[in-house]
């Protein structure tokens, strides 16, 4: 099942690919790690390194095309990337600290699914579409494009 849904969707398939990926694993974290089921430590350090990954491919991405687009907010939007990184890696050093923050995940989750997503992206469509060439000499890797069977 899909999640992202045409009215979520930026017209740029990296872009809405690795949307899907984080929104994915939102729905995960939301159902194995709510306060009533809690979820075991491993568990919940491996999301949380699954979605650092996938947090920081997912903004120098974006980054890369807004700024090859010339986009207005690129800064604004740069800014919101490091507050969210910031967060995870917040929740990541109370992880290995033994303090599993289930709350603190979940509100990460939902503010990046509600906000940066509905409002930050949202504005910036027109600076993400379709064409606009990703550089790939990063160390972070990116996805592979889909292949065609």
């Known amino acids: 099942m899909e999640i992202v849904s045409p009215g979520l969707s930026t017209g740029n398939k990296i872009i809405d690919d ?14 194995r790690f709510d306060e009533s089921r809690g979820g075991n430590s491993s568990e919940f350090h491996t999301l949380l390194n ?23 907010t690129l800064k604004e939007h740069q800014e919101e990337h490091a507050a969210y990184s ?5 929740l990541l050093m109370k992880a290995m600290a033994g303090n599993l923050d289930r709350s603190g995940l979940l509100s990460v989750m939902e503010d990046w699914t509600t906000h940066h997503l509905l409002v930050w992206d949202a504005g910036c469509v027109h600076y993400l579409q379709e064409g606009s060439q990703v550089e790939t000499h990063s160390s972070l890797p990116l996805p592979s494009p889909p292949t065609e069977h």
């Open 18 to 31: 690795q949307h899907q990926e984080i929104l994915t694993l939102a729905r995960e974290a939301m159902s």
């Open 50 to 72: 699954t979605l650092a990954t996938l947090a920081a491919r997912h903004f120098h991405t974006e980054e890369t095309l807004l700024r090859q687009n010339a986009c207005p």
């Open 86 to 90: 910031e967060r995870i890696l917040d």
